[in-house]
């Protein structure tokens, strides 16, 4: 393991075991997270939530889904354990995604909800992933988006990455210090007034970034604010830098929507349909039964 996985583990074991709770917006994020997924189509099948941190988006699809591995590679998965203890069918396992302990084609479905842009290689954590997914298995993935034209989030992000030089370094429980009073300063700079704008339909402050946290509880900004400084690496991707991952793949793209990331579905056709199979035939979403 290379220092810098060590020290991205470090961080989110840190992470996910401070801010362990299940909270009441979960729901809402997951909403968003799972829009373009027809959880119905996940039926039988067996899944994996590669890189499940505490397990608050896990929850979600267990029951869905026949059987689901919460794999994460820190010691987030003691906080993942606690938290998807209600679901039998759901098992947690600590383990690099590069080197997952499961043969080729194991899952039916697979997310990856703000994983592979932590990774020092994403473009490989992406094909070991695809690796693991069936043939007429669906991926859900999610990363970082990078703005393309100017505006206030461009400038926000150059000031978190500007702040990052120095924040992923300090021991986390200063930097968790720090968060706080960042996520206050950006609470009262930024979503408090973008609230108040999107309530009076003030435009200008209507446009303001990080909308997602207006009426969100301050714990939530807390939480993301010391995950965006903390974690060693960092990756963002425009849409043209990401297609050809999934057209390398061989994978079909059913949804890519950009909402401050990038959210993917895609899906490994059955080798039946071949490389140029028309899309609707990659409809089913594949018959992947639990696996002997
Ligand atoms: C930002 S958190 C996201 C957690 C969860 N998916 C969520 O959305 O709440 C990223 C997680 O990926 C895990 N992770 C990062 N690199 C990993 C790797 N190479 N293998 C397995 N897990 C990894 C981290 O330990 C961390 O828990």
Known sequence: ??????????????EWNTFD??????AEFARVYFRDLDLASLRGRIGLDAGCGKGRYTRFLAPHL???????????????????AEYDNTFVVRADLCAAPFASESFGFISCLGVLHHLE???HGFHRLVELLAPGGVMLVYLYSRPEGPGAR??????????????????????????ALVAGALSVLVVR????????????????????YRGKPFRS?????????????EHRYVWAELAPWFAEEGLEVRAAREEAGWFVVSG???????????????????DVEEQP
């Open 1 to 14: 393991m290379t220092d810098t996985t060590k020290r991205t583990f470090e961080s989110f074991g840190y």
């Open 21 to 26: 709770e299940i909270r009441e917006e979960d």
């Open 66 to 84: 026949a059987r689901l591995v919460a794999l994460d590679g820190s010691r987030a998965v003691e906080a993942a354990a606690r938290n998807l």
């Open 121 to 123: 290689d994403p473009r």
């Open 154 to 179: 461009r400038v926000g992000l150059w000031l978190a990455s500007a702040l990052r030089t120095v924040t992923v370094r300090l021991p986390h429980r200063l930097l968790r210090a720090g968060s």
């Open 193 to 212: 007034p973008g609230a108040f704008g999107a309530r009076r339909h003030i435009g200008v402050l209507a446009a303001l970034p990080m909308a997602a």
């Open 221 to 233: 900004l807390v939480l993301d604010t010391f995950d965006r400084l903390s974690a060693p690496v």
């Open 268 to 286: 490994k056709r059955q080798p039946a349909e071949g490389p140029t199979a028309p899309a609707a035939a990659a409809g089913g979403h594949g």
